[in-house]
């Protein structure tokens, strides 16, 4: 079947990650991105086009210390902005951020923001990476399989190439279906359940921020100042 073209066909990635993304499809197949009437709900799709690559833009490469990984984007209005498991400012937490707020709090006593905008944690070097990078609204999941994992795919293989060895956190067993990318001889992982409501009682009390924390110590690299500002 021949590709429709998209928005995203002629979009530029951030300059850090051109040269190691270099001739990677970086947009969904036929079907996915609406080709007309993006107002309406059937068709409109999160997060808005320029928003996509908004984890690459946020931390370069070169300078990822740790790589979240989470599946799709929120699918409600005004939700998704580009970062797995983060939302704007002024956006009500999601109830999977509220249970990291919540770990976050009982493993390393984190104040728990008013907030769910994680880009101070990008600032820092977490790539916050969703496996699929784009969702129809009201519909989780819907562009699974379109295309979009043979570009993350190539983005968790970039950062495993880098010279300096880097922690990823695979949460829940979609992202640890990733671990065969990842050379763990170089690298540390840090498993668990996914935050979701649904395995909560699993997520709660496995302490993965110590962890990483631990690692990137060991590794020989500066910790993650968790905290987010208000």
Not at 64 to 87: I, R, T
Not at 195 to 214: C, E, I, M, T
Request: include cysteine; charge should be neutral; proline fraction near 10%.
């Amino acid at each position: 079947m021949s590709l429709s073209p998209s928005p995203l066909d002629e979009f530029v990635l951030p300059e850090s990650w051109q040269g190691v993304l270099a001739g990677r499809p970086r947009s969904p197949t036929s079907g996915s991105w609406p080709s007309s009437s993006p107002g309406s709900a059937r068709n409109q799709v999160f997060p808005p086009v320029g928003e996509v690559f908004s984890a690459l833009e946020a931390t370069p490469y070169g300078q990822v210390k740790v790589l979240l990984l989470g599946q799709d984007p929120y699918h409600d209005d005004n939700q998704a902005h580009g970062m797995c498991f983060s939302v704007k400012r002024g956006v009500r937490v999601p109830p999977s951020l509220r249970n990291v707020y919540k770990e976050l709090l009982a493993d390393l006593g984190v104040p728990v923001p008013a907030h769910g905008n994680l880009q101070t944690w990008a600032d820092q070097g977490v790539l916050l990476l969703n496996a699929v990078l784009t969702v129809r609204a009201h519909e989780a999941n819907s562009h699974k399989g379109k295309g979009w994992e043979t570009f993350t795919d190539a983005v968790i293989r970039a950062v495993n190439e880098q010279p300096d060895p880097v922690v990823f956190v695979l949460w829940g067993a979609y992202a640890k279906k990733k671990l065969p990318l990842i050379d763990t001889s170089r690298h540390r992982v840090v498993q668990g359940a996914h935050p979701s409501p649904l395995s909560a009682r699993l997520f709660l009390g496995s302490r993965p921020f110590s962890q990483v924390d631990k690692h990137l110590a060991d590794l020989g690299r500066e910790s993650i100042d968790w905290n987010l500002p208000e």
